[in-house]
């Protein structure tokens, strides 16, 4: 045997000795010691019980699981202003009948209802024919309500306005791991609210949004704003329609736009369907 077919006959058996044994890389975790977001087109997999953390509130959770907030804080008992303190269990489904019935220690039983007397009623008048109006419109005419400010669309009971200036470069993808929409924009532009509201999440908690914004318009819609470069507005805050509340910044692709999401009733919905046609 010559030299050379001896070394390699000792240096292959260390050789796989050392590759054998060298560690596996570890499961993707985020920096909040959470596993990280599904590929796209995976389902959110929803705990049953999930540990509050420090920067979480009742909406930033129930929109990271795609959850109605009010549900989640009908299955925990969690009354106005919905406030959660870390290290809290929060059921993420709803309890079992048994449970759900059982009056807390903090709630008296619930008294029995006695019907009232109903009142005399006048006879009403035939309710006029409502006029044509866009679908979007009509029932709130029809009941008195205002028309939507120029430059803005009402649906679902709120009027809509763009939140930046830019074209739609990524379009809603309802099997898209974030479904939203990505507006394209400089680095920098401002970025204001889509519609009257309150500020309910604002901060870097959410893996994949980046600086994000949520703001709730009534108890079904929330709006929700990410990649920003600055964060102009605090959880709590009061903000109208074409306020400024953050900066356009550069999204997880390295592009500058902002990612914007309507959610309804805690589901994801085409914003297209609710803004402003341009």
Same mark, same amino acid.
């Given at each position: 045997m010559s030299w050379r077919l001896m070394i390699g006959a000792l240096v292959a058996p260390a050789w796989l000795l050392l590759t054998g044994c060298a560690p596996l890389a570890p499961a993707p975790v985020d920096q909040r010691g959470q596993r990280a977001e599904p590929a796209p087109g995976r389902a959110v997999v929803v705990p049953t019980v999930y540990q509050?953390?420090? #920067?979480?509130? /009742?909406?930033?959770?129930? =929109?990271?699981?795609r959850l109605d907030w009010r549900e989640v804080a009908a299955w925990n008992r969690i009354e106005e202003p919905f406030l959660?303190?870390?290290?809290q269990e929060l059921r993420l489904s709803a309890p079992p009948p048994a449970l759900a019935l059982r009056p807390s220690a903090e709630s008296p039983a619930p008294r029995p209802a006695v019907p009232e007397p109903e009142p005399e009623r006048s006879p009403e &008048?035939?309710? *006029?024919?409502p006029s044509r109006l866009p679908a979007e419109t009509r029932s709130e005419a029809v009941s008195g309500g205002p028309a939507p400010p120029s430059g803005s669309r009402r649906v679902g %009971? +709120?009027?809509?306005?763009?939140?930046?200036?830019?074209?739609v470069t990524r379009p809603f993808d309802p099997a898209a791991?974030?479904? #939203?929409? #990505?507006?394209?924009?400089?680095? %920098? $532009?401002? +970025? +204001? *609210?889509a519609a009257d509201g309150q500020v309910v999440y604002s901060g870097t908690a959410l893996i994949g949004y980046g600086e994000l914004i949520i703001i709730k318009h009534s108890d079904t819609m929330l709006s929700a704003y990410g990649h920003n470069r600055v964060r102009l507005v605090e959880e709590g805050s009061a903000v109208r329609a074409g306020q400024p509340i953050a900066e356009l910044g550069i999204s997880d692709r390295n592009e500058e736009l902002l990612h914007f999401e309507i959610?309804?009733?805690? $589901? &994801? +919905?085409? &914003? /297209?369907? =609710? /803004? &402003?046609?341009?």
């Open positions: 509050v953390r420090s #920067g979480d509130t /009742l909406y930033s959770i129930a =929109f990271r699981y959660i303190r870390p290290g &008048p035939a309710p *006029a024919a %009971g +709120v009027d809509w306005r763009w939140p930046t200036a830019g074209a791991t974030r479904r #939203g929409i #990505g507006i394209a924009g400089a680095a %920098g $532009q401002s +970025v +204001v *609210a959610r309804r009733n805690g $589901q &994801p +919905v085409n &914003p /297209l369907d =609710f /803004l &402003p046609r341009r």
